[in-house]
């Protein structure tokens, strides 16, 4: 059975519609018990985070009843980073781990993501199963067995140690003015205080949330703000993460903006020098970069792409045995830190580097040159299938063919929101906007 309502990164969608829906969070919840309470051996724990979106109270309330009517003991975290629930999943022994956040999506979406007892994302098998048990329904604990809730206030500090000590050992911020944005969202206490508390200079933005504001023209799907504050403040770096603090976009000191390629082209080249790059592979998702893998080959490195996804691309380094991987749009996976994307936590590894080599973010935030990429994305009508219209992959075969030799295309569906991403590369660039248009063109007509 395929997956119905899971999409790449958990279930997400509009607050108060299917999916996300408070009856149908209850529901998720009481499956995911019912999935990781497998027997009565011992007491049964589950850790909530959420970010700062307003329906997060709901759904927080929905999924500890049902976590409850399992059996669950739930322990709530209140606003963290998705990446603190991974940590902290393990870290306080429970058997499950849920984030609820819709990532950089506007604060009228949420979603509801999963994280397993060794506080890595569940697999698509996982998923599959508790939709089977969502579907078909549960039985609840007996009336004594019924779980307790409280809440745990200690989340955020130690996630914020943990962070601290990802650093070389010693190693201090003084003297680095940083420029933050939280998007007003999960890491608006957080990413603050941890870097003032190693030193740096801190110019604060987005960090006033107000349960609809999270990710609004802020954050990193909008760093115009935070480039304004470098240039403004003379800072040394601008940091911008989404909603839910597992993606990074970086700032350097002239304004200019550096994508998660960019980020991890460094941190592959430095630890490829330290020896310290397992595999001698970066692990990265189709859409990155050509420039990116030119890169890598330059160094004796490979590129492993895997599909869209952080969790994809995290399954890819278990599976393999590599320690650095992520996507373009920010996520930097590092799994001797962190189970998943941590977007301080990469920003931490680029501030290091600044002060380990004396070299400004503008050197260091631009290791290659990029391949010309374009990408447009096409919103269709929700139960449209425009990708399987014979239009559509017409248009799709002959945009291949004109890029052979010449480029690469990568047509997908989002998994987090009803749109079809048409992305091309291509030293050509008259040609690639053309093929790109045709194919957006080809889709709205059959959306």
């Known amino acids: 059975m395929g997956r119905q309502f899971f999409g790449t990164d958990g279930v997400r ?24 309470r497998r027997d009565n051996s011992r007491a049964h724990r589950v850790v909530i985070g959420k970010d700062t979106r307003l329906s997060g109270y709901m759904f927080e309330n929905a999924l500890t009843a049902g976590l409850t009517s399992t059996g669950m003991n739930v322990l709530l975290l209140g606003p963290v980073p998705t990446p603190a629930v991974g940590l902290l999943t393990p870290s306080m022994r429970a058997d499950l781990g849920v984030m609820i956040s819709a990532s950089h999506n506007p604060a009228e979406d949420n979603g509801i993501k999963f994280f397993g007892p060794d506080g890595f994302k569940l697999s698509d098998e996982a998923e599959e199963e508790i939709e089977r048990l969502v579907l078909e329904g549960v039985e609840p604990a007996q009336a004594p067995n019924i779980g307790r809730a409280k809440h745990i206030y200690d989340g955020r500090f130690r996630y914020n140690e943990r962070l601290k000590t990802t650093l070389p050992h010693g190693m201090r911020l003084d003297g680095i003015k940083v420029v933050i944005d939280c998007a007003n969202g999960a890491a608006y206490r957080t990413a603050p205080e941890v870097l003032w508390e190693l030193g740096a200079d801190v110019i604060p933005l987005g960090v006033d949330p107000n349960g609809t504001n999270i990710n609004a023209n802020c954050g990193s799907t909008h760093p115009e703000a935070a480039a304004a504050a470098v240039v403004a403040h003379g800072a040394d770096l601008g940091i911008c993460l989404d909603g839910d603090a597992d993606r990074v976009i970086l700032i350097d000191e002239t304004g200019a903006v550096a994508d998660g390629d960019q980020i991890m082209a460094l941190l592959a080249a430095r630890w490829a020098e330290e020896d310290r790059l397992k595999g001698g592979a970066l692990v990265a998702t189709v859409m990155s970069n050509l420039g990116l893998e030119h890169f890598l080959e330059g160094r004796g490195l490979r590129l492993e792409r895997t599909k869209v996804g952080d969790r994809y691309v995290v399954e890819r380094m278990r599976a393999g045995g590599f320690n650095l991987g992520g996507e373009q749009s920010g996520h930097i996976v590092m799994t001797d830190y962190a189970t998943t994307g941590d977007g301080l936590m990469a920003a931490l590894q680029v501030v290091a580097e600044m002060v380990r080599s004396g070299r400004p973010a503008s050197e260091l935030a631009k290791q290659f040159e990029r391949v010309p990429q374009v990408l447009k994305n096409v919103r269709f009508a929700a139960g449209s299938t425009p990708l399987e219209a014979e239009s559509v992959q017409a248009a799709i075969a002959a945009g291949e063919g004109r890029l052979t030799g010449n480029g690469r295309l990568v ?7 009803p749109l079809i991403r048409v992305m091309a590369e291509s030293t050509d660039a008259v040609l690639m906007e053309g093929v790109v248009d045709n194919i957006v063109a080809a889709v709205e007509a059959a959306g």
Do not use: D, H, Q, V
Request: hydrophobic share 40%; glycine share 12%.
């Open 13 to 36: 969608g509009r607050a108060n519609s299917a999916p996300m829906t408070a009856e149908m969070a209850l529901r998720i919840g009481a499956a995911a018990g019912r999935y990781f």
């Open 411 to 417: 047509i997908r569906k989002s998994g987090t929101e």
